[in-house]
């Protein structure tokens, strides 16, 4: 079947942005640049849309690379805002030549860079495995990317197939990631690890590569959460101007983060039905665990989501509870960094100044509440259940964060000698 032309996938395009509502200026932008790629084609007398010939294009008439998200070490190649459009009007021919739809956001520096052709067939059918099995979304889509990453240095360092990556080449890989925490470093090999046992059950490799790949143990312990002030989540919180459709939903998402703890892909996710207003309670199953979760509805995170719900969600079919403010209206996407932009946001606009130590990201508020109710005496498995844990041995790394209770352990050093001169 002869591909459809640069023409034809272009005006389905603009069709599709009208039909999504997004705004006339924006379409505008879209046809100047489309009329400007098919200039280009008929210049190169190309009429059948190729993402090559979008990518020389963007080299030609933009200076872009499209692989290129940030150069760190040379601000004169630096990513520029102004490049993002012409390359999202390229992957929009793309995707919509391929499956009829529209990427959402920018792809990051790895989802730009293509899977190497002579590993495509492998990974296809390990991501088909991990979806039979059942894996979570969220789950499937960063262990994919574990071994996606692996399979672009095998391709870098001259694997020319499945058939030719050896146990010297995994060693060399993960060599080239030592610098990496024990934890990062296990979760990795326990992806790869998997990924080699499918390709030798499955036929891909004559050898059982995962029997090669080493044991490191996750050092659970390692590093302890750091932990915000809570003025500070409290300052964060007060400064959310509440008179905007955004601000009642970024605050009815920021008081369900401090308030229970919830994990960020649970936010996301969290549906209408999962609020059970007549029995006061919100009960989702949580995307990390499987496991159902049963939370009393407080009083102030019911009155923020009724505020959000009749004076701030925009009118959708979705499901979803949260959604975004501009068009396409849709869920957030359960791979995106948008709550984390959220809280960022937010603190710059309360003006406060979060120690360097602490990370920014709603999982650390999730770290927050846990310490505060260990502060507070709520035991252990009671801090399990509310936060979701399979069991309290992920809680127990929180009783490190608490110095007061930890002085109350300690032993007085010159009761300690005196004992032992007696």
């Known amino acids: 079947m002869e591909r459809a032309t640069i023409k034809e996938l272009s005006e389905a395009v603009i069709c599709e942005l009208k039909r999504l509502g997004y705004a006339s200026g924006t379409i505008k932008l879209y046809q100047k640049l489309y009329q400007k790629l098919l200039r280009y084609a008929d210049e190169k007398q190309i009429h059948q849309h190729s993402q090559g010939m979008c990518h020389r294009w963007l080299r030609d008439s933009f200076g872009i690379d499209p692989t290129l998200v940030i150069r760190e070490m040379s601000n004169e190649h630096k990513y520029r805002r102004s490049s993002y459009l012409p390359i999202r009007v390229c992957q ?26 002579q590993f495509k067939e492998a990974y296809d059918s390990y991501a088909a495995y991990c979806s039979e099995a059942g894996y979570s979304e969220r789950g499937t889509y960063t262990r994919l990317n574990r071994i996606k ?9 001259g694997a020319t ?73 409290l300052s964060v919180l007060s400064s959310i101007d509440r008179g905007s459709p955004v601000g009642k939903r970024d605050y009815a ?67 979803e509870i949260f959604l975004t403010c501009t068009v396409p209206i849709r869920p957030f996407g359960q791979n995106s960094c948008a709550l984390n932009a959220i809280l960022a946001k ?68 010159e009761e300690v000698l005196s004992n032992e001169t007696t």
């Open 161 to 233: 197939s499945i058939q030719s990556i050896t146990a010297g080449r995994i060693s060399v890989f993960f060599r080239s990631q030592i610098e990496l925490d024990s934890r990062t470093v296990a979760t990795m090999l326990s992806a790869s690890r998997m990924f080699f046992r499918h390709l030798y059950r499955n036929g891909f490799t004559q050898e059982d590569l995962s029997e090669k790949l080493p044991l490191v143990k996750a050092n659970r312990k390692y590093r302890l959460p750091r932990i915000w002030k809570q003025e500070d989540v």
């Open 92 to 117: 929009c021919l793309t995707e919509w030549q391929l499956h009829g739809c529209l990427p959402l956001k920018k792809q990051g520096k790895l989802a730009a860079l293509e899977l190497p052709r």
């Open 253 to 319: 998402i920021m008081i369900l983060v401090t308030r229970y703890g919830l994990r960020s892909a649970d936010v996301k996710s969290l549906r209408l039905s999962d609020l059970r207003w007549s029995e006061n309670v919100i009960e989702f199953e949580q995307s990390k665990t499987r496991k159902l979760l049963r939370l009393p509805l407080l009083r102030d995170v019911g009155w923020a989501l009724i505020d959000y719900l009749q004076n701030g969600r925009p009118h959708s079919e979705h499901l």
């Open 346 to 413: 937010r603190v710059r606009q309360a003006g406060v100044r979060i120690s360097r130590e602490v990370p920014k990201g709603m999982h650390s508020l999730r770290h927050t509440l846990a310490s505060k109710m260990l502060a507070n005496n709520v035991e252990l498995p009671v801090i399990s259940s509310a936060l979701g844990h399979v069991s309290s041995e992920a809680t127990s790394v929180y009783l490190h964060t608490d110095i007061d209770q930890l002085r109350e352990c300690a032993l007085d050093p």
């Open 149 to 157: 990453r692996m399979l672009l240095f095998f391709d870098q360092h």
